[in-house]
């Protein structure tokens, strides 16, 4: 008999940086690890995907890595000067 296996979705959390204050930084969402822009070392976090639309950073795909949730930050684009 074949045991079943327990499929985990993982969840994906969608954090709007247009919505942060200060200098970007933010808590994981599900561990509550501080993400930093400034971390360059990928000791916390790892850039999974960029999405460009226009030339312009639109969206960006990154896992944590402590507790491997999936994050999607968006609120890159600028808006539009009147």
Known sequence: MMKKETVRKSMTYT???TKIDGD??????KCGTIISPDDESEETYQIVETKVKDDELA?????????GCTIKLTGFLSQPES
């Not at 970007?24 to 969402?29: D, E, K, N, V, Y």
């Not at 969206?59 to 507790?67: A, H, I």
């Open 24 to 29: 970007g930084a933010f808590p994981c969402p």
């Open 15 to 17: 954090i709007d940086l």
């Open 59 to 67: 969206e960006l795909m990154l896992t944590c890595n402590k507790c």
